[in-house]
């Protein structure tokens, strides 16, 4: 009984959550990594950070079955916890998301000698 109420006692003050997505690297090829950080009973703060360098993305980008091709990204937030629960979690979230890659345009191209057409721009 007492190591019971001594387990939980240390899951209860836990303040930093690490989390490493492995699969997804595998799967995937994509980096994923998080830091949560507990400031009280209903609110923390954290960020997420993926970094991605797949070849089948890349592959579909540049024959045209995708638009972007997402490199990074880094996504700060505030969450509020809006439940107790242990086995479900709701919660209010307030991010941002600062990101790269690269991504097509359509662009007009005009001329004097020729019609204007449209094409994509890889940016």
Known sequence: ????AQEST???NKKNEFRLDILTAIVYTKASFSYERFLGKDF????NVNYSNSGKLNDDFDNGYRNNVPKFE???YL???LSES???CYFAEVFGSYNGGDYKEIVRISGMAMPDYFTTKKS
Not at 1 to 4: I, T
Not at 44 to 47: A, D, E, L, P, R
């Open 10 to 12: 240390v899951l209860d």
């Open 74 to 76: 880094f996504n700060p």
């Open 1 to 4: 009984m007492a190591s019971q």
């Open 86 to 88: 242990k086995s479900r």
């Open 44 to 47: 923390s703060t954290g960020f």
């Open 79 to 81: 969450r509020y916890a």
